[in-house]
């Protein structure tokens, strides 16, 4: 193993009991008081020491808690959340012998004594989470329920609860191993992980889990932080950090998704994309010329693949840094001689319908006119002796310190030329490397601006381009608590193999089960030899169903590069994903709205299915269309768990399935299983677009799938609000279709007699005042209506 990968790898070592260490928890509540809406005690350690614990909610079902001892001093704002302050808000306190309740809309936090618990009850009184008190060795408590790891002078804080038999938990952030955390041990501390997803290391790893018990904890703290989750006490789930204190939000909610909700209201939601964004990326790394790209993009066009965005990485520079310097660096000055006249050359992408993507990093080179003015300026990290501070492997290049108001402003205003000059968008890459002597312009120290230090970055490439474009996107790798509200995440260096295809849809189930909703991944894998065609079909084909898509790869990435077979299917389901755009605007908005992903994990959408909490190689893309991605070499077939009721082949209406089941799906090469969950309803664009770029779809094709209840779907189009309501009753299917000044293609899907059966309709009209009613009977079904109001 080389050093620099040795250095990578996190400390894997246990909690508690390990040897060189002392530990010292709670023994007694020595009293507790109520004042301005927070519960306060104060608590005595086994070593005689205190510390003191207090309570309050800040919104319905969330709860803070914080534990410290002598003068830690908290934050009193924090970029990880939406809010700018959050003020205790109104909550009763009761007292009754050795308990202390503090109760705020329909929840509750219990403090007792005798033995010392922490206990959170939703409104009926049920008791959802509590600390680990019971099991012990030889006298001893094995996951000790809060207290203080301590070695010389260094005192960690830490916390136990109890993991019950029925619960299953998620979260931890964009994680590659099993989606289900049960039984898992994670680090949070944000790595460039170096061309690996195969292990804990990790671009975006959020301290947050969630349990299908109905709580949620979230360690609010930047500092690195190690979670076990039944992993060494299978009966507890514990969490150390390298902090000096405990600042913990609590959330109390019904099931996975209302826990989603409760998060993201706190920490922040999505931004609708503009719709050119959900298009195909198309990428390699490297594009060398401008040629080259154009070559690439014309090739998407010819073969009839819609695409959206040509992305262009660091050889849009004059000088490429990584082969120097063994790392990546950005000097932001234009490569003329192979990216000639760049305006105009933007200008020609733009004629042809693509947006231009430009790679970014907050590395700068040492011996750079912009490391000098950066330097001079006092605008890098700085070590502790006042030097500008290097990356953690001590390479020659210098941290932009996005903590500086002005030094952000400056870095914002490099991209702001680009997009002036005709750039679209940015991939800001890197940034995990932060070392932990550092010095900020803030006063923090690396140790503990390391994993915000992403957010940061993140934050000032999202907001230089909303400021320039007004466009809310950016094609970011890494991130930290509250980084959802600057979409979209792509999953880094994955490797190319089958089994590191596997990892990454875990990953973005994972990411998506800590609130990152526009999350994407390189089709075909990043690092290693070039895929073979197989797997380069297998990953498209889910790749292309996903809430972002691009190609792109250390080996080319362009579907011809693989056979007349790849050029099909690839093209075959980028044309599905184009159909798709109408239903992925709506669920867009819905991630805008409830904080609820793109990409569900089963669990999500159906939270009372007892087979589904460990199913990680399926999803729902929105709330209808279940996708099945094929991740065995050779396979034609495979498994597939449907929910109850009724579903349909979305390729082949007339072919549906009874849930309740595994069933075993036919999957040739050009076939991915995609289902549709009955009640759906579907807007789909009409036509065979190459691009999004023409303004407002000219019509719409609806499907509506025959279910017990109707579902209402709702999506902007560039300022044309569609909202589409079906449903169906006795045969009947209705579709209500409100504020669309286009022409509607209607494909419904009748039930009679236990067959499904399609007939088409096609109704021009012209909207009025008064409204238009256009009726007709289904074929062989019950009365369709389309209504326009």
């Known amino acids: ?18 040897e060189g260490y002392d530990y010292d928890w709670v023994q007694k509540v020595l009293g507790a008081e109520f004042r301005d809406n927070v519960l306060t005690a104060r608590l005595r350690l086994e070593s005689g020491k205190q510390l003191k614990l207090s309570v309050h909610a800040v919104a319905g079902g969330t709860f803070r808690l914080r534990v410290w001892r002598g003068r830690a001093q908290f934050m009193d704002t924090s970029p990880m959340l939406e809010a700018e302050e959050l003020p205790p808000m109104p909550a009763e306190s009761s007292e009754r012998e050795g308990s202390w309740t503090l109760t705020s809309g329909a929840g509750s936090v219990r403090i007792t004594d005798g033995p010392f618990s922490v206990q959170l009850l939703d409104g009926a009184g049920e008791v959802l989470w509590r600390l680990e008190t019971e099991d012990r060795a030889a006298g001893a408590l094995v996951a000790p329920h809060l207290g203080l790891r301590r070695r010389q002078e260094r005192a960690e804080p830490f ?55 109905g709580w949620g904890l979230m360690l609010h703290s930047s500092f690195r932080s190690y979670w076990e989750i039944g992993s060494f006490s299978y009966t507890a789930g514990s969490v150390l950090t390298e902090d000096d204190k405990l600042d913990l939000f609590l959330f109390a909610a019904p099931d996975l998704k209302a826990l989603l909700e409760r998060y993201t209201a706190l920490t922040g939601r999505p931004p609708v ?37 040509v992305h262009l990485d660091p050889p ?10 063994g790392v990546d660096a950005c000097d932001f000055d234009w490569n003329e001689e192979d990216f000639p006249q760049r305006e105009q050359m933007f200008g020609s992408f733009a004629e042809d319908g693509f947006n231009v993507c430009l790679w970014v990093n907050p590395y700068l080179p040492e011996g750079t006119e912009i490391y000098e003015e950066a330097k001079a300026k006092g605008y ?33 205003d490099h991209l702001k030329e680009l997009l002036r000059a005709g750039a679209s968008v940015f991939k800001p890459d890197y940034g995990e490397r932060v070392p932990e002597d550092c010095i900020f312009h803030n006063g923090k120290t690396g140790a503990e601006m390391h994993n915000l230090y992403l957010f940061l970055y993140n934050q000032a490439v999202f907001e230089a381009t909303v400021e320039q474009t007004g466009e809310r996107i950016i094609w970011g790798r890494s991130g930290y608590i509250g980084s959802q509200r600057y979409p979209g995440t792509w999953a880094g260096d994955t490797q190319v193999s089958w089994r590191a295809m596997k990892c990454c849809l875990r990953g973005g189930l994972s990411a998506g089960m800590t609130g990152i909703s526009l999350w994407s991944h390189d089709i075909g894998g990043f690092t290693g030899p070039k895929p073979e065609p197989e797997l380069y079909i297998r990953w498209a084909q889910w790749g292309l169903l996903t809430p972002l898509s691009r190609f792109h790869g250390t080996t080319p990435r362009e579907p011809w590069e693989y056979g007349e077979e790849a050029v099909r299917v690839v093209r075959r389901y980028a044309r599905l994903r184009y159909s798709l755009i109408p239903y992925l605007l ?53 498994p597939v768990y449907l929910p109850g009721g009724t579903w349909t082949e979305l390729e082949r209406p007339s072919v549906n399935y009874e849930g309740g089941r595994f069933v075993e799906m036919r999957a040739p090469l ?85 067959e499904v059966k399609a007939g088409d309709l096609e109704v021009d009209w012209k909207v009025s005042e008064s409204g238009t009613e256009v009726r007709f009977d289904a074929a062989e079904g019950g009365e369709i209506r389309l209504e326009v109001e």
């Open 670 to 754: 050009g076939k991915l299983p995609v289902l549709v969950r009955e009640g759906a309803v579907i807007p789909r664009l009409a036509g065979d677009p190459q691009h999004l770029k023409d303004g407002p779809a000219s019509a719409i094709e609806v499907d509506v799938y025959p279910g017990p209840r109707g579902k209402t779907v709702s999506f902007k189009d560039e300022g044309v609000r569609v909202r589409l309501t079906g449903g169906s009753a006795d045969g009947d299917v209705g579709l209500k279709v409100k504020a669309v000044p286009m022409s509607v293609c209607a494909r419904f899907l009748s039930v009679r007699a236990g």
């Open 586 to 638: 709506a669920a867009a908005e819905q991630s805008a709205r409830a904080g609820v992903p793109i990409m569900r994990h089963m669990a999500l959408e159906f939270p009372r299915e007892p087979n589904v909490h460990t199913l990680d190689d399926q999803y729902m893309l929105g709330p209808d269309l279940l996708v099945a991605p094929v991740l065995v070499k050779g396979a034609r077939s495979r």
């Open 159 to 213: 916390l136990s609860w109890r993991i019950e038999n029925d619960e299953r938990l998620f979260g931890m952030g964009e994680k590659f191993n099993k989606v289900e955390k049960t039984g898992t041990r994670a680090t949070i501390w944000t790595a460039d992980t170096c061309g690996l997803n195969t292990t804990d290391l990790s671009y975006m790893a959020v301290p947050v889990l969630f349990s299908t018990r």
């Open 380 to 412: 890098l990290a700085k070590t502790p002796a006042g030097e500008p501070a290097r990356n953690e492997h001590n390479q020659p290049v210098g941290i932009t310190d996005f903590t500086n108001p002005e030094a952000r402003e400056w870095w914002k």
């Open 273 to 309: 994309p503009p719709k050119w964004a959900l298009g195909v990326w198309l990428s390699r790394c490297q594009y060398t010329s401008r040629r080259e790209a154009e070559t690439a993009a014309a090739g998407m066009r010819q073969h009839h693949i819609p695409c959206d965005v």
């Open 1 to 18: 193993m080389s050093r620099n990968i040795a250095d990578l790898l996190t400390d894997d070592s246990r909690i508690f009991h390990r």
């Open 316 to 325: 849009w520079m004059k000088v490429h840094y990584y082969p120097i310097i």
